[in-house]
């Protein structure tokens, strides 16, 4: 401690002293009032559900900004569960492994994992979202997007959406309320929503030192869906000002090192989806 004093000058040791002990922080842009938004997701991992950095970063930057947000996910049996390190569908090996790493998990359940205490941190059933209660929704991404909350990975293009997940995006829709959208998501929204505009990053895919685009053939399936496609970096997102939808790239791009791009895309998408919801 002596040692730290030194290397700081007495004025600004006599700022210090006057600190509070803490420091709170109202907001980046502060508190936009009573805006609720409804987070949809569709299980617990980048493989086989709602990837975990996207679904963190977005309620972050929702609590960042002053938002009140209630967790969603359909109370229904993912498609199944993966191992994560293989990167491969998870197989009992023992009867032991077999108890606790089931086949199949519940999407609902699975999602809990994001939750955390009481009220509006406690996961509900999408079947109970109504569109009367919220200003706003959002999806995060992951492959749950492509194999819990729709067809597309056996479908592609032609895929069906999960019953309530379609009806929640018609109705914030058609009601003129904002959807915010995080790497895979658009696919769900181009698939029901005619004629909206979105990124999911690049179209091609161009290996840098900072990291790769490997989905770029999703961009394909939206645009076949007669989805206009806008090429944004991990750390833009994309307005659709005429049909209030917002989306970011998130992990379309993968990296190894650089999550805060993906962090500060989703922040941008939060933020225009609040903007919009208040108005």
Request: charged fraction near 20%; proline fraction near 4%.
């Amino acid at each position: 401690m002596l040692a730290s004093r030194t290397l700081l000058s007495k004025p600004t040791l006599a700022v210090l002293s006057r600190q509070p002990a803490c420091f709170v922080h109202h907001g980046d842009h502060g508190n936009w009032g009573n805006t609720n938004i409804a987070v949809v997701f569709s299980g617990c991992g980048w493989w086989d559900g709602t990837d975990v950095h996207e679904g963190v970063y977005t309620m972050y930057h929702l609590s960042r900004n002053g938002a009140r947000f209630q967790i969603f996910a359909p109370n229904q049996q993912q498609m199944h569960v993966m191992d994560h390190m293989k990167k491969q569908p998870g197989s009992g090996e023992n009867r032991i492994y077999d108890y606790f790493w089931p086949s199949h998990r519940n999407m609902m359940m699975e999602s809990s994992r994001f939750s955390h205490g009481q009220g509006m941190m406690q996961m509900q059933d999408l079947s109970k979202l109504d569109v009367n209660s919220f200003d706003a929704v959002i999806f995060p991404g992951g492959q749950g997007v492509t194999k819990n909350l729709s067809s597309f990975v056996k479908d592609g293009k032609d895929c069906k959406l999960q019953s309530d997940v379609e009806r929640v995006l018609k109705d914030f829709h058609r009601s003129r309320k904002p959807i915010g959208l995080a790497s895979m998501a658009p696919v769900l929204a181009c698939r029901v929503l005619p004629s909206i505009e979105v990124t999911m990053g690049y179209e091609r895919d161009e290996n840098t030192r900072w990291g790769n685009w490997p989905h770029t053939s999703m961009v394909q399936a939206v645009k076949s869906m007669g989805a206009g496609h806008n090429v944004r970096e991990p750390y833009e997102a994309y307005v659709d000002e005429k049909n209030k939808v917002v989306s970011t790239p998130s992990f379309m791009w993968e990296t190894d090192y650089h999550y805060h791009y993906i962090f500060d895309g989703i922040g941008n998408m939060v933020k225009h989806v609040m903007r919009m919801s208040t108005k």
